[in-house]
């Protein structure tokens, strides 16, 4: 299973041995759900000293928080421990590797699913959406309401009825997940090149209920 920084750039990948076991009834909001996994973590010498449970926790965390995991998410927090077995001691390294079960909140939305977002910038090739702590958004052009045309300053403009409704940057809108991909880190890549996204999610606001939240107020 790949595990993916979400955050530095450019990104870069770990490997780990991960058994991802089951996702869990979703919960808080559809967007997010709890995956069961298991891993052999090693825990440094300098953290024995701790609370067993505090000390993996903590590696868990540093392992996992804001990465993606291929089809599983983006991990947004450890949930809990669920059991911890072994600790055998590498010889010549000090560390303690133990066998951990536990359950990570994940972003995980799924296709159809109606988001949240605001409107981070746009371009002929569409809209670029955040939902804060997420980014890799994006509406195509064709899956912008229609009829809408690009103006001059950069801005979609939806032509509806006579009237110019235009679709200004930091606006909230809704949108509608089309699509959610896991692309494979590329072998080279340009260092002109847009930094790599481990989680890309394709969305739509061509629909009834889609689009500026204020389009919909009355």
């Given at each position: 299973m790949l595990l993916h920084p979400l955050s530095c750039r450019p990104r870069r990948q770990e490997t780990l041995e991960i058994k991802a076991i089951f996702n869990q009834a979703f919960i808080f909001r559809t967007m997010f759900c709890l995956s069961l996994l298991e891993h052999s973590l090693p825990v440094p010498p300098h953290l024995l000293n701790r609370p067993l449970a505090d000390a993996i926790k903590?590696?868990?965390?540093?392992?996992?928080?804001?990465?993606?995991?291929?089809?599983?998410?983006l991990c947004i927090s450890v949930y809990d421990i669920r059991s911890i077995d072994g600790g055998f001691i590498?010889?010549?390294?000090?560390?303690?590797?133990?066998?951990?079960?536990?359950?990570?909140?994940?972003?995980?939305?799924?296709?159809?699913?109606?988001?949240?977002g605001k409107i981070e910038r746009s371009d002929a090739t569409g809209l670029h959406v955040s939902l804060g702590f997420f980014s890799d958004i994006f509406i195509p052009a064709h899956l912008i309401v229609q009829p809408s045309e690009l103006e001059a300053d950069g801005i979609w403009v939806w032509k509806y009825d006579g009237s110019e409704l235009p679709l200004d940057l930091n606006e909230e809108i809704h949108f509608q997940v089309t699509n959610i991909k896991y692309p494979s880190i590329p072998a080279e890549q340009d260092e002109n090149a847009k930094p790599f996204s481990p989680m890309e999610i394709v969305g739509t606001i061509n629909g009834d209920g889609l689009g500026l939240l204020s389009w919909w107020a009355d």
């Open positions: 903590g590696e868990l965390e540093r392992l996992f928080l804001d990465k993606v995991i291929s089809n599983l998410g590498v010889p010549g390294d000090g560390s303690a590797t133990y066998k951990v079960m536990f359950r990570l909140v994940m972003f995980q939305p799924f296709v159809g699913e109606i988001l949240s």
